[in-house]
């Protein structure tokens, strides 16, 4: 009996074309401080954390911005707070095991070894896959977006923000202490917080970024919201094309925008998040479902 | 020939906790007064003592989108408005936060052949010269070659 393959995007395609070479290691004896000069100076959302250059394991974002709620020391160990081992793969293993994996531990990088398994040559990482897949299906001929183009010269029907997006929308008071923030992050389990003022005009951001910056700053869980929140608010219009969402995010390094109402009054109706855009694959046409991947 | 003898005792500092846009103006007012490019400065504390280095290609780096291969395949996006985004998002970013901690340095004491050796293996364009834990000047690897070719030139004269 035949066997049927069923292919996606990623078919075929190994970790080696999707792997960044750069490994933001430390050892487990640099203090946090350190780890989040590292996290800003490479724009990475954790560091692999070293035991006489052995890894041992990771720390991110979320585990130091839970170090900055009970107010530990910046100069504390970042041993004495990495949450998770790091899991590993090679660089010849195929990318849709690896976004299992991913999806199976709910991580979003995993760091790539060589023939030795504690020798780390790279890091693999959900949002280059993104990046990859985009791309792919940018440059797709079997695309409906080239397909009608080519046909009609018109552009075709493809997804928008509002299909793809969260209604859910996170938001605290400027006034909030920058605690109430972190709650809400941890409770809630999103990266960032819409800021409002007390008209409910949105007025910044909170990330996970924002707030290990202020904790590296020395300021106290207890500062007001507005003062360590992101401006402006990166939003994008309801009825905006997908991929132009996921290109804006993708070139601004940015992993959520904040989605408005395209009719007057332009009220913030929900978060188009990048992890959710790539449920839609590349949102570029509507030709194959294939490829989508998402990691909760 | 020791380092005191090729250093520059005009050298221009930066602060850990300078922004930076200030960084970026505080190049750019050192390479006027210098008449030459400072593609990077040092970075000490309130008492002159050395903490890290701050180069243009760090700044670089963290301006730069890290998808930035999808730039070359699309030919409707506006590099220049990309790059204005992204400076608004250095503006809570201080020197500290990006600057190198582990800097090679040298002593006054140190000879200009140990110090072309170290430039050449770590690919360092600048060597600060401290004494005890105060910086005292900067080497650059053009005054190096430049004292070397001398003479150089003098040997064959």
């Not at chain 1, 081992?85 to 976004?99: G, K, N, R, S, T």
């Not at chain 1, 332009?266 to 194959?288: H, K, M, P, Q």
């Not at chain 2, 000879?111 to 910086?135: S, Y």
Request: glycine share 6%.
């Amino acid at each position: 009996m035949p066997v049927v393959e069923i292919r996606s995007v990623l078919s075929g395609i190994t970790v080696a074309e999707a792997m960044r070479r750069q490994v933001i290691a430390l050892p487990t004896s640099a203090d946090i401080g350190q780890g989040i000069r590292m996290m800003i100076r490479y724009k990475v959302n954790a560091v692999l954390l070293t035991e006489e250059s052995i890894p041992s394991g990771v720390v991110s974002k979320t585990d130091l911005i839970s170090a900055f709620y009970v107010e530990l020391p910046a100069e504390t160990p970042l041993g004495d707070v990495m949450g998770s081992q790091p899991i590993a793969c090679f660089p010849d293993d195929p990318l849709e095991d690896v976004l299992e994996i991913m999806e199976a531990a709910g991580v979003h990088r995993l760091y790539v070894t060589g023939a030795h398994r504690q020798e780390v040559i790279g890091t693999v990482g959900y949002w280059d896959i993104v990046g990859l897949l985009y791309r792919f299906c940018r440059a797709c001929e079997r695309g409906t977006a080239k397909r009608d183009a080519k046909r009609t010269g018109e552009r075709s029907t493809r997804f928008t923000v509002k299909e793809v997006m969260t209604s859910d929308v996170h938001a605290c008071l400027q006034n909030d202490p920058v605690s109430a923030i972190i709650d809400t992050l941890s409770t809630c389990r999103v990266g960032a917080v819409l800021i409002q003022d007390e008209s409910q005009s949105p007025v910044g951001v909170i990330s996970k970024t924002d707030l290990i910056i202020a904790y590296r700053h020395g300021v106290s869980p207890q500062t007001a919201a507005r003062e360590i929140m992101s401006t402006p608010v990166r939003s994008v219009s309801s009825g905006e094309l997908l991929s132009t969402a996921i290109q804006q995010m993708l070139i601004g390094d940015i992993q959520r925008l904040f989605v408005r109402s395209d009719v007057p009054p332009e009220a913030i109706t929900g978060v188009l998040a990048l992890s959710d855009a790539a449920r839609f694959r590349s949102g570029s046409c509507r030709a194959c479902t294939a490829g989508r991947i998402l990691i909760r | 020939m020791f380092a005191r003898d090729v250093m520059d005792t005009r050298y221009h500092t930066l602060h850990a906790e300078q922004n930076i846009a200030e960084a970026v103006a505080a190049f750019q007012k050192a390479s006027k007064s210098e008449d030459k490019k400072i593609f990077g400065m040092m970075v000490t504390d309130h008492e002159d003592r050395l903490v890290g280095m701050l180069s243009m290609y760090d700044i670089l780096n963290y301006v730069q989108p890290k998808h930035v291969a999808i730039f070359g395949e699309m030919e409707d996006l506006d590099p220049t408005q990309t790059y204005r985004d992204r400076l608004k998002t250095t503006r809570s970013i201080l020197v500290g936060d990006l600057m190198t901690t582990d800097v090679v340095t040298v002593r006054p004491d140190t000879h200009v052949m140990v110090i072309a050796e170290i430039m050449i293996k770590k690919h360092i364009r600048r060597l600060p010269v401290v004494n005890g834990q105060t910086v005292v000047g900067i080497v650059y690897v053009s005054d190096v070659f430049h004292r070397l070719m001398t003479l150089f030139s003098a040997e064959n004269d």
